[in-house]
């Protein structure tokens, strides 16, 4: 509900009048301890080095993308060291007047804690950045909270100190009742398998498999086995798109942070590119292998 106390009455009255201050004094004042535990405090980000050395834990600094991009660009690692001691948030630059999105995913690899976007804004290739952001925070049951990394965390603490080189292959058997977009129900689609890893530095990347023409596109069969070489896994999403050549962009996607990944065998369910939303048994099989340079 709305407290009626912030709302006018029939009769207006008078700035200054005795009934305008007794409703002032009578206004509920917020706790000082309370207060000091669940606000962010905004404040002016003059540069990294200055939010290192001035910066409390409960000031945040807003940057429109444009601003954060050159930040990414001129030193990321300064960029994430500021990111340890205060909060940052991104939002889109005013110029998207059609409320497309960035991706967000450079913004997490630099410790940014709130990288908003566009959220009425979730169809198709521009709806991509938003069904990245479902698919990074499905992780943690969708409670609205990750836990960085450790080298995004701790003072002092590179992230080039936990590089861990890892190896993952994947290997796309089959697809099941994959939808035909805008063909007609006579017609078969040409499926492709794009997987794409969005990451730090070289660790972005794409693959493709063949298109399967030897079946009705309904339940195509590819048997192919991709590998990506990974330096920072806990970073990295991977997105697994099918397309129908020459037609549709892109007619169901899954996507999962790596380090969420399970090996072995898996059916891994689709999603609607228009939507987000999980297409009705529509499954592809595939078989993850992760391995480290510790194992």
Same mark, same amino acid.
């Given at each position: 509900g709305?407290n009626?106390e912030?709302?006018g009455?029939?009769?207006?009255?008078?700035?200054?009048?005795?009934?305008n201050?007794e409703?002032?004094?009578?206004?509920?004042? !917020?706790?000082a301890e309370?207060?000091?535990?669940?606000y962010?405090?905004g404040?002016?980000w003059?540069?990294?080095?200055?939010?290192i050395?001035?910066g409390?834990m #409960?000031?945040?600094?807003?940057h429109?993308?444009?601003?954060?991009?050159k930040?990414?660009?001129?030193d990321?690692?300064l960029?994430?060291?500021a990111?340890?001691v !205060?909060f940052?948030r991104?939002?889109?630059?005013g110029?998207?007047?059609?409320?497309?999105?960035?991706?967000?995913?450079?913004?997490?690899t630099?410790g940014c804690?709130v990288v908003a976007?566009?959220y009425?804004t979730?169809e198709?290739?521009?709806?991509?950045?938003?069904r990245?952001?479902e698919?990074? #925070?499905r992780?943690n049951?969708?409670?609205?909270?990750?836990l960085?990394p450790?080298?995004?965390?701790v003072?002092g603490?590179?992230i080039?100190?936990q590089?861990?080189?890892?190896?993952?292959m994947?290997?796309?058997?089959?697809?099941?009742n994959?939808?035909k977009?805008h063909?007609?129900h006579?017609?078969?689609i040409?499926p492709?398998?794009?997987?794409?890893i969005h990451?730090?530095?070289?660790?972005t990347?794409?693959r493709?498999?063949t298109?399967e023409e030897?079946s009705n596109?309904f339940n195509?069969t590819w048997?192919e086995?991709?590998?990506?070489?990974?330096?920072?896994?806990?970073l990295?999403?991977?997105?697994?798109?099918?397309?129908?050549?020459g037609?549709?962009?892109? !007619?169901?996607?899954?996507?999962?942070p790596?380090?969420s990944?399970?090996?072995?065998?898996?059916?891994?369910p689709?999603?609607?590119p228009?939507c987000d939303?999980?297409l009705?048994?529509?499954?592809l099989?595939?078989? #993850?292998?992760?391995t480290t340079?510790r194992?």
């Amino acid at each position: 509900g709305i407290n009626a106390e912030y709302m006018g009455s029939d009769e207006e009255k008078e700035p200054g009048s005795p009934s305008n201050k007794e409703d002032h004094n009578n206004k509920q004042k !917020v706790s000082a301890e309370l207060s000091s535990i669940v606000y962010l405090k905004g404040v002016r980000w003059k540069s990294s080095s200055d939010r290192i050395e001035t910066g409390t834990m #409960f000031e945040m600094s807003s940057h429109s993308e444009g601003k954060a991009e050159k930040m990414l660009l001129d030193d990321p690692d300064l960029f994430a060291e500021a990111n340890k001691v !205060v909060f940052s948030r991104i939002y889109p630059k005013g110029k998207r007047i059609q409320s497309s999105n960035y991706l967000p995913y450079s913004f997490w690899t630099a410790g940014c804690q709130v990288v908003a976007l566009n959220y009425q804004t979730n169809e198709g290739n521009q709806g991509y950045a938003m069904r990245m952001n479902e698919a990074k #925070f499905r992780q943690n049951n969708k409670c609205g909270y990750i836990l960085k990394p450790l080298s995004l965390r701790v003072r002092g603490m590179n992230i080039s100190d936990q590089i861990s080189p890892t190896s993952l292959m994947i290997t796309v058997y089959r697809g099941w009742n994959l939808p035909k977009g805008h063909r007609k129900h006579s017609e078969h689609i040409r499926p492709r398998v794009d997987l794409f890893i969005h990451g730090k530095g070289d660790d972005t990347s794409m693959r493709s498999s063949t298109i399967e023409e030897n079946s009705n596109g309904f339940n195509p069969t590819w048997k192919e086995t991709f590998s990506f070489e990974l330096e920072y896994p806990s970073l990295a999403l991977l997105t697994i798109r099918v397309l129908d050549v020459g037609r549709e962009p892109c !007619v169901a996607e899954a996507t999962a942070p790596v380090e969420s990944i399970q090996q072995g065998y898996r059916v891994v369910p689709l999603y609607d590119p228009q939507c987000d939303m999980p297409l009705n048994d529509t499954y592809l099989l595939c078989l #993850f292998k992760i391995t480290t340079s510790r194992d």
